[in-house]
């Protein structure tokens, strides 16, 4: 995602802080929501995939009754 002060006319040495530039406060929430999205996927992934690869690690895979490990 591109910063909003990419092509800002009002960017100056030291305007990316979120008391001093409004619109970079809006940027900055938003990219922490993102994250904050982001991150509780990731966790529900890893736990999901973590159960998937360990379940499968205890119990045999059957064909028609058949073990084929």
């Known amino acids: 995602m591109k910063s909003c ?3 800002c006319k009002d960017r100056h ?6 008391d001093k530039c409004e619109r970079y406060k809006e940027y ?3 990219c922490e929501l993102i994250n904050s999205h982001r991150r509780e996927e ?3 992934n890893a736990a999901y995939y973590g159960l998937k ?3 499968a690690k205890k119990y045999a895979k059957t064909r028609k009754g058949k073990v084929l490990r």
């Not at 040495?13 to 979120?18: D, E, R, Y």
């Open 5 to 7: 002060c990419y092509e």
């Open 13 to 18: 040495l030291g305007c990316q802080n979120v």
């Open 28 to 30: 900055k929430t938003r």
């Open 42 to 44: 990731d966790e529900k």
């Open 53 to 55: 690869k360990n379940l």
